[in-house]
């Protein structure tokens, strides 16, 4: 499985901006989803988890409210939709696919990680 993430950029605090990623491979909706985020000087952290069916979604509580994780399975893609930015969540985003269809905040449980997306939220 290859992680293409796309859709980042510069935006001032209050904006919004949706990231996508793109699957590669066969059974995509059968892979849990997740995003995750890494900030300078900080370790990566979950933000926002879907299972293959898209039922199920859980988010890290600072962006409860303000994203929204989504998948489109007939196109092997899963979103971020990220309203209401704030200069803390300045990060490099990642997208990563689990082999269980789940949603789950343990990174170990990720098997396939896609590189980066830079988001910058200025204040």
């Known amino acids: 499985v290859q992680l293409q993430a796309s859709g980042g950029g510069l935006v001032q605090a209050g904006g919004s901006l949706m990231l996508s990623c793109a699957a590669s491979?066969?059974?995509?909706?059968?892979?849990?989803m997740g995003w995750f985020r890494q900030a300078p000087e900080k370790e990566r952290e979950f933000v926002a988890t879907?299972?293959?069916?898209?039922?199920?979604?859980y988010y890290t509580e600072p962006v409860k409210g303000r994203f929204t994780i989504s998948r489109d399975n007939a196109k092997n893609t899963v979103y971020l939709q990220m309203n209401s930015l704030k200069f803390e969540d300045t990060a490099v985003y990642y997208c990563?696919?689990?082999?269980?269809?789940?949603?789950?905040?343990?990174?170990?449980?990720?098997?396939?990680w896609g590189r980066g997306t830079q988001v910058t939220v200025s204040s």
């Open positions: 879907i299972s293959g069916s898209g039922v199920r979604t």
């Open positions: 491979g066969r059974a995509f909706s059968s892979y849990g």
């Open positions: 990563a696919a689990s082999l269980w269809d789940s949603a789950t905040p343990v990174s170990a449980e990720y098997s396939y």
